[in-house]
């Protein structure tokens, strides 16, 4: 595996961050920076053997500076949504801040996606770590973190987490990629074709936060049980669609431990991205409006020009007693892992 490290850039705050990059013998890749822990491009052949950058990236460090899509970052304290921003530990209320409607969402306006982590490479693996002390962004206790990126000879990207606290805390963590398996900036990812192990997915209210409720897929959009096109009934006449004008629930993934939770493949470009996990939920997000910030070359990435999948507990967790506990105790150790694996081949 042949490993480097460059320059990238400095923060406002005199922070240097820097693009590692993982490659293996027939020349695929993934670049990842230290700043917010970020995927910026996974090359992969295509099935003419075309290297093929199938994440959304950002062209600079500015330009990361100021996105509001968590693109590629590890988004926690908390991923996803708090309702209200409110929760109780312990019989303590904690008020953490709302900064999407009126909801807290990854972490906060400052969350783990915007810090810089220290990175290095250790056997081939790609690791960050970073400690958020107690109070960071209104969460309690302070946590010590480990992220470890691998990229196998065949082309699987595995992302490892590992969390300790000294105080209880509750804990979310995922990672935010985008992909286009065509190809970033290629267009529309609606002819992309998902399956998704779950027979449900969590009812959202009017403010996308879960109810608590679970809403059986069989015969809704939300049906990907076998493989279908993501844009065959996104414009169905469906209340949860109508919620975010697109695809931005959690599934309730089938099974426990690590196994296949989803496969994303592309008939024009041939490649297909099976996920594997451990966690309860997938969240599947399409996201439907052209995105702030200009990608990589300064291409705008126009609405469904992307679908996220992204491995987590289930959002507002710590609200809901039936979900899975989001609770990290003080003295235990939080650890869970993720790959994603591409192959030049689709059923």
């Known amino acids: ?51 093929t ?23 926690g304290r908390f991923a996803n949504r708090i309702a209200n921003g409110r929760f109780s530990l312990n019989g303590k209320d904690y008020q953490l801040a709302i900064n999407n409607g009126p909801n807290h969402l990854h972490g906060g306006p400052t969350g783990y996606g915007q810090r810089v982590w220290d990175g290095r490479f250790s056997d081939n ?18 946590l010590n973190l480990t992220i470890t990126y691998g990229w196998s000879e065949d082309n699987e990207l595995s992302i490892s987490y590992e969390a300790t606290t000294d105080a209880d805390t509750i804990l979310n963590l995922t990672n935010h990629a985008y992909f286009n398996l065509n190809g970033h900036g290629s267009g529309t990812v609606l002819n992309h074709e998902l399956r998704i192990d779950a027979d449900s997915i969590t009812e959202l209210n ?63 470009s041939g490649i297909r991205m099976t996920c594997f996990t451990d966690q309860p939920g997938l969240q599947l997000y399409s996201a439907c409006y052209t995105l702030h910030q200009k990608g990589k070359g300064g291409i705008d990435y126009a609405p469904f020009s992307s679908v996220c999948l992204e491995t987590q507990h289930f959002p507002n967790g710590i609200n809901i007693d039936h979900f899975p506990s989001v609770v990290l105790k003080a003295g235990e150790t939080f650890k869970s892992q993720t790959m994603y694996h591409w192959a030049r081949r689709c059923v």
């Open 125 to 142: 693996k790609l690791i960050f770590t970073r400690t958020s002390p107690a109070g960071e962004e209104g969460y309690p206790g302070t």
């Open 206 to 268: 009017k403010d996308q936060v879960p109810t608590g409720n679970y809403i059986p897929v069989d015969g809704t959009p939300f049906d990907f049980r076998e493989l279908k096109e993501i844009g065959k009934d996104i414009e169905a006449e469906n209340e949860q669609l109508k919620i975010g004008g697109t695809y931005d629930h959690n599934f309730v993934l089938n099974g426990t431990g690590l196994r296949e939770a989803a496969v994303l493949q592309s008939k024009e």
């Open 1 to 51: 595996m042949k490993t480097t490290k460059t320059a990238f850039g400095t923060t406002p705050e005199n922070q240097t961050v820097s693009l590692f990059r993982l490659e293996n013998a027939s020349g695929a890749y993934v670049e990842i920076m230290d700043y917010g822990c970020r995927i910026m491009s996974i090359c992969v052949p295509d099935k003419k053997g075309n290297l």
């Open 53 to 75: 950058d199938v994440a959304l990236g950002l062209e600079d460090l500015d330009t990361y500076l100021k996105d509001d899509a968590s693109l590629g970052a590890i988004v």
